[in-house]
């Protein structure tokens, strides 16, 4: 492998880190903030992938972004709506906005599988335009993730230190306290779900625009790379403030992606990258709970061992 | 009045085997700036009776009055816009993960919801959490988690009057702390009460405690009060008589380690 190949092979997996990375900062507000572990987020990513295709193909790639983030919104209300108003529980409203949205997909895409980009205009497109007479002409998808990454982490930043920021991060933490304090916690976690799906979109219009197509199945396995990543940056930044670890969210992203180039390069199949996310979730997830029984079994094993010499003399 | 139960009942799992009328036409009213204690053996219903005051459910007939405005049917968050609560877990008044001056800020609410903490809500934290004299003031950004059981009730209690609630109910808020610490929590609850006039319901298992503090105590049973004194006749009971009424009024023979004679 050359300094190029490796090269190349470090930007693909920063592009697609960064762009994915909108998807972990989703779930890094709903799956960390708000305790809820959003199941939609497969459909929603597909969502905001086919709403921007379709409307970047009508030929407005700006609004294109606006359009997948309002219907991320739009999923994310249904999905709140239906765990707090309707009593259904919060894994089975996600799953069911998830099948939900796989006709609603195909709808959208009148009746098509695939939307492809390849004459419209999209704010890579556009991006590449603009920045053709400078050095940065070949970086073009980096500089749009970028922005976007940037923009979603500040945002995140002021928002969560909010007032109605710290409610939501409340309702995961202690949702008596939301109540005591006169909020209501339907309401921060339909706010939350809103927000982290409108994200969730965008991240699904962004990578459909820069692979200039948007399939039904873009976002399938999305949620459990998302866990993957977001558990990953979690590990390396376990603590810090809201900045911190949403960086720390963006950097596992990165890393997951660059692991999995490494393994493609290593002729791991393609099609083996979504068992590799849910090893790393388990890994991620049972990881802290074995070692804490580790101490708990190593006790059971010398107990066993010294009544078996007892047993024996 | 500043609080009036009528009637209030309240049935769990009615229509089943497991049926339990737990509130039986509950009669009640408080004056304003009132401190009663109350008091009553195990599933008499006063955790109960909170519950149906700050709306953790539905009472099945009754009403409820706060300051002369019904609340019978009103949703839980917006009671507590007047109603302060504390429980016997300390865990419950405050979110582990956030810091202080954010739980803080939270309870403070008001100044709209983008709002962020100001160095004016920062000062004035600091001052209320001076007054617990637990050196909170100085670990205002650390998570609460880290904070000792004792320190988390004072948290809350600090919490639950930042702005002074019309009623504040204490469900054996200092059972689950050591005595030294549960005098001085009692003692803040004191100075808080009376500094801001709070009308209070103070549920207690110290006989003590009940009759030394406030103006009034209550004894519960089977869901309703079966004891109300207040003033001389109050003064003029001592605690083994408290206790001989308690017996009389549960109508049974009490083996309840709970109940401390102090
Ligand atoms: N949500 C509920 N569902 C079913 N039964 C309940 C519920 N809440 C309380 N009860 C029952 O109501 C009765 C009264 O309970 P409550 O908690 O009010 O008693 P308490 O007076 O606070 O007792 P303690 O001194 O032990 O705190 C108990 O028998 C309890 O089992
Ligand atoms: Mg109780």
Same mark, same amino acid.
């Given at each position: 492998?050359?300094? %190029? ?15 994915? %990375? ?26 905001? @992938? ?14 294109? /972004? ?32 998830? $099948? ?8 959208? #895409? ?5 939307? %492809?980009?390849?004459?419209?205009? $999209? ?26 990454? @940037? ?10 230190? $909010? ?13 008596? #306290? ?21 994200? $969730? ?18 976002? %399938? ?10 558990? /990953? ?15 720390? @969210? ?53 107990? @066993? ?9 | ?13 009615? !229509? ?67 109603? !302060? ?60 988690? =880290? =904070? ?20 504040? =109910? ?89 109940? =401390?004679?102090?």
């Amino acid at each position: 492998m050359n300094v %190029s190949a490796i090269f190349s092979l470090g930007q693909t997996a920063l592009e697609l880190g960064l762009i994915c %990375s909108l998807t972990v900062l989703a779930l890094y507000l709903s799956y960390s903030m708000l305790n809820v572990c959003d199941l939609s987020t497969d459909g929603c990513f597909t969502l905001g @992938a086919v709403v921007g295709a379709t409307v970047a193909i009508a030929g407005h790639p700006y609004l294109a /972004i606006l359009a997948a983030m309002a219907a991320g919104i739009c999923s994310g209300f249904v999905t709140a709506f239906l765990q707090t108003r309707m009593g259904v529980d919060s894994l089975l409203s996600g799953i069911i906005v998830n $099948t939900a949205l796989y006709s609603i997909n195909i709808a959208i #895409m009148q009746g098509a599988s695939l939307l %492809s980009m390849n004459k419209a205009e $999209t704010v890579f497109t556009r991006m590449k335009d603009f920045l053709e007479p400078t050095p940065l002409a070949q970086q073009y998808k980096l500089v749009v993730s970028v922005i976007a990454v @940037a923009a979603v982490v500040v945002f995140l930043t002021f928002f969560l230190n $909010t007032r109605l920021g710290l409610s939501i991060r409340a309702t995961g933490d202690n949702v008596d #306290m939301v109540q005591a304090s006169s909020i209501n916690p339907v309401f921060t976690t339909t706010v939350g779900l809103c927000v982290a799906n409108a994200f $969730t979109g965008l991240s699904g219009c962004l990578l459909a625009q820069s692979q200039k197509s948007a399939e039904i199945n873009i976002g %399938s396995g999305m949620v459990t790379i998302a866990l993957a990543s977001l558990l /990953i940056g979690r590990t390396l930044v376990p603590r810090g403030g809201i900045l911190v670890r949403a960086l720390g @969210a963006v950097l596992g992203a990165f890393i997951f992606r660059v692991v999995y180039a490494v393994a493609l390069r290593l002729d791991m199949p393609a099609y083996m990258l979504k068992l590799v996310s849910s090893v790393i979730v388990v890994l991620a997830i049972s990881g802290p709970y074995l070692r804490r029984r580790f101490p708990l079994l190593m006790r059971r094993i010398q107990g @066993a061992r010294a009544a078996g010499k007892g047993g024996n003399s | 009045m500043m609080l009036t139960l009528s009637h209030i009942c309240k049935t769990f799992y009615p !229509g089943t085997v497991n049926e339990k009328r737990v509130l039986t036409d509950l009669n009640l009213q408080l004056a304003s700036g009132d401190f009663v204690t109350i008091i009553g053996s195990n599933g008499a219903g006063k955790s109960t009776m909170f519950g149906a005051i700050c709306g953790d459910f539905l009472v099945d007939g009754g009403s409820i009055l706060l300051d002369g405005e019904d609340i019978t049917f009103q949703p839980a968050h917006l009671r507590a816009r007047h109603i !302060g609560r504390l429980f016997q877990d300390p865990m419950r008044g405050s979110a582990p993960g956030m810091t202080i001056e954010e739980n803080l800020a939270l309870a403070a609410g008001g100044t709209g919801p983008f709002s962020r903490i100001s160095r004016k809500d920062r000062d004035r934290f600091r001052q209320r959490l001076a007054l617990l004299g637990m050196g909170l003031e100085d670990r205002m950004k650390q998570p609460v988690g =880290l =904070l000792s059981g004792g320190q988390r009730q004072a948290l809350t209690l600090l919490m639950a009057t930042m702005n002074p609630p019309k009623l504040l =109910l204490l469900d054996e808020h200092t059972a689950a702390l050591d005595p030294a610490t549960a005098e001085k929590v009692l003692q803040l609850t004191k100075e808080i009460v009376r500094e801001h006039r709070i009308t209070t319901m103070m549920v207690t298992h110290n006989m003590q405690n009940a009759l030394e503090l406030g103006n009034r105590t209550l004894m519960m049973d089977g869901g309703s009060i079966v004891l109300d004194v207040a003033g001389e006749q109050r003064s003029a009971l001592t605690v083994a008589e408290l206790l001989e009424r308690f017996r009389a009024g549960a109508g049974k023979a009490l083996d309840n380690d709970r109940i =401390l004679l102090a």
